[in-house]
């Protein structure tokens, strides 16, 4: 699985990328779609007492439609503009963990994600992935190679947050 700073740069290239001009700097905006974007790996909370399995049922588009929704309900509730825009920004944000799940080498079992629960329980995975693992461990060879891992999250993902921030500079003005 990418690192969380993959999550966190992916999740802030979609705002970047979906917001628009007026209300690029909206930090609600922001904090909900970064957050959606990190989400689904709080299962890690719940797996010391059973109840969740890590890329199970939260690395799923269902549980994307979920929290896009319960976000939708909860700004509508709250009164906020746009309430529906921001549950949209939080679907596309917690999706995007799952496209970069997919794109990952996985050498934790159960081998790939739940990514179409509930209409399948299968396991899914790119055939060619882009991303490194990311160690769980704390020795020198795993400390050294989630370095490189996260340098490679990096290396890709800034780029593309430079670029989109770049083609937002002619948009809305």
């Not at 799940?101 to 992935?129: C, E, Q, S």
């Not at 290396?155 to 002619?170: D, E, I, K, N």
């Given at each position: ?59 799923s588009l269902g549980a994307a ?62 055939p060619w992935p882009i991303f ?9 060879q795993t400390v050294r190679h ?28």
């Amino acid at each position: 699985m990418p690192s969380p700073v993959a999550h966190f740069l992916a999740g802030l290239t979609l705002h970047v990328a979906i917001a628009p001009a007026r209300d690029l700097g909206w930090r609600g905006r922001t904090a909900i779609t970064v957050a959606a974007a990190l989400a689904p790996d709080l299962d890690f909370a719940l797996k010391p007492f059973g109840l969740a399995v890590h890329q199970g049922a939260s690395h799923s588009l269902g549980a994307a439609l979920l929290a896009g929704g319960v976000v939708a309900v909860i700004a509508a509730l709250l009164r906020w503009p746009r309430a529906s825009v921001l549950g949209l920004a939080a679907f596309l944000g917690w999706s995007s963990h799952i496209v970069l799940d997919l794109l990952n080498r996985d050498t934790h079992p159960p081998i790939g994600l739940m990514a179409l629960w509930p209409f399948t329980h299968g396991y899914y995975k790119a055939p060619w992935p882009i991303f490194m693992d990311i160690g769980r461990t704390l020795d020198w060879q795993t400390v050294r190679h989630d370095a490189l891992a996260l340098a490679w999250e990096a290396a890709l993902l800034c780029p593309l947050l430079v670029v989109t921030w770049r083609g937002r500079s002619g948009r809305g003005r």
